[in-house]
């Protein structure tokens, strides 16, 4: 090492930076070793500025010296700041004065909400909320609901099959329908349930379908039950949840497991729109459910609740529901 006094500075500058480095332990205490030793107007740049009073021999040495020792201290000082970034917070360095601050409370999706409120307007009339399987056997989303597998309606149901390949009988349910059979199968009559629960189709999206959306799916069994008695609940679950002067209107639909079947709509703003799908329950289906389809008679309704939310929120697009964004969340 020459003996200028410029390269003992060097020197010098060596010893007192990694020893004050050692011993900066705080985020500020970093920062201001920088600006001692690395900033523009530190010690190490002053001795390169130094560096023009000498002559180019010592020049030589000494600028190659100052340059490693900048790259040296550099990386010190990044491991250091690291060591301190990743430090635990001292004790007694958190301002216990500082005034609290409110969580973020988190909320009922407005699906589950809408949900919450149909099945509690059925609940008030009698009906038990349950739930069903949405990874469900293709013989109960269309064989028992009187649908066989060269049925037309199956294409109305654009199914996702759990493996398309084989197109094995397992599916996710395209209507929450399977849940009619499910039910009758395990239960003796009197039955009074509604079912919520996702569904899936197979189809584009658009302003008014999603691939993925909920249902509300309504059955009662029992003795002597008529067309009246699903008038009756469906005008008052209306009357709940739209309120007393909504007009309704029922008209002929068809669905292989209702005979008759109709589609009820409401009056929105001197348009009709259709709500739910609904109807007696089909001879056969009881049947098949092990029903005596002589002694007992049914009603069965199906509605999209998110459908049902868009005309009382006026949400103009459907795809909103599962988007995930808080600006839309919040605002229920
Ligand atoms: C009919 C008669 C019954 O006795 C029982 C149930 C039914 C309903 C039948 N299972 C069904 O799924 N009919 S539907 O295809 O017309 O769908 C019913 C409701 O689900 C629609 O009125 C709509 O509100 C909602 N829906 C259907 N496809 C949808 C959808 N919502 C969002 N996106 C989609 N792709």
């Excluded at 930076?17 to 332990?25: E, F, V, Y």
């Excluded at 409401?266 to 009709?272: E, M, S």
């Excluded at 709500?275 to 002589?294: C, F, Q, R, T």
Aim: aromatic content about 10%.
């Amino acid at each position: 090492m020459p003996t200028t006094q410029s390269s003992e500075s060097v020197e010098e500058l060596k010893i007192d930076a990694t020893s004050a480095l050692r011993s900066a332990d705080s985020r500020d205490q970093l920062e201001a070793w920088r600006v001692e030793y690395l900033g523009r107007k530190g010690r190490l740049t002053s001795v390169l500025r130094g560096l023009g009073s000498l002559d180019i021999e010592q020049r030589k040495v000494v600028g190659a010296s100052a340059n490693r020792l900048r790259a040296e201290l550099e990386s010190l000082f990044d491991e250091r700041l690291q060591q301190a970034k990743s430090a635990r917070v001292p004790a007694g360095s958190i301002d216990v004065t500082l005034p609290g601050r409110k969580p973020a409370l988190g909320g009922l999706h407005p699906s589950t909400q809408m949900i919450r409120e149909i099945t509690q307007a059925f609940n008030e009339m009698g009906f038990q909320t349950i739930e069903g399987p949405e990874i469900e056997l293709e013989r109960y989303n269309f064989d028992m609901l009187n649908i066989p597998a060269d049925h037309p309606a199956r294409d109305q149901f654009d199914t996702i099959w759990v493996d398309q390949d084989s197109r094995d009988d397992i599916l996710l349910r395209t209507h929450t329908s399977p849940m009619q059979a499910r039910v009758m199968e395990k239960t003796d009559p009197p039955v009074r349930v509604v079912v919520p629960g996702k569904c899936y189709r197979y189809e584009a999206t658009d302003a008014t379908h999603e691939w993925q959306f909920n249902q509300v799916e309504g059955l009662a069994v029992d003795e002597g039950i008529t067309f009246a008695d699903l008038k009756g609940t469906l005008y008052e679950f209306a009357r709940r949840i739209f309120g007393p002067s909504r007009k309704v209107r029922f008209r002929c639909d068809y669905f292989p497991f209702v005979e008759p079947g109709v589609d009820m709509s409401i009056d929105w703003n001197g348009r009709w729109i259709e709500i739910m799908g609904a109807g007696m329950v089909h001879p056969k289906v009881l049947e098949n459910a092990g029903y005596d389809s002589d002694k007992y008679t049914g009603f069965a309704f199906g509605m999209g609740p998110e459908r049902i939310s868009m005309l009382r929120n006026d949400i103009t697009d459907i795809r909103h529901f599962f988007a995930n964004d808080l600006r839309f969340l919040t605002q229920f």
